[in-house]
């Protein structure tokens, strides 16, 4: 007998889609002397492309999530945010 879904995932809770918190991405990127996009992209170990996406609400990579939050010095947390 298998356990249904909301069961498994009592006292999880998932958020539906995260979203980058821009203004502490700038400022802490900024911090670091980049000042563009590219600049910042660089920064991230990442292409531009990507962090335009990113920006625009793609949610990225838990991988790149967690590379980006370490190169800046935070946790994920302080990066990006939860949207309902």
């Known amino acids: ?17 995260i979203r980058l ?10 911090e670091r002397g980049a000042a563009t996009d590219t600049a910042r ?16 609400g793609q949610a990225p990579s838990l991988e790149l999530a967690l590379h980006m939050a370490d190169r800046l010095g935070v946790k994920v947390e302080d990066l990006f945010e939860a949207v309902a």
Do not use: H, W, Y
């Open 21 to 30: 918190r821009a203004d502490v991405f700038d400022s802490l990127t900024a």
């Open 1 to 17: 007998m298998s356990a249904a879904p909301t069961e498994i995932n009592r006292g999880i809770r998932v958020a539906s889609q």
């Open 41 to 56: 992209a660089r920064l991230c170990g990442m292409d531009r492309v990507n962090l335009l996406r990113i920006r625009k």
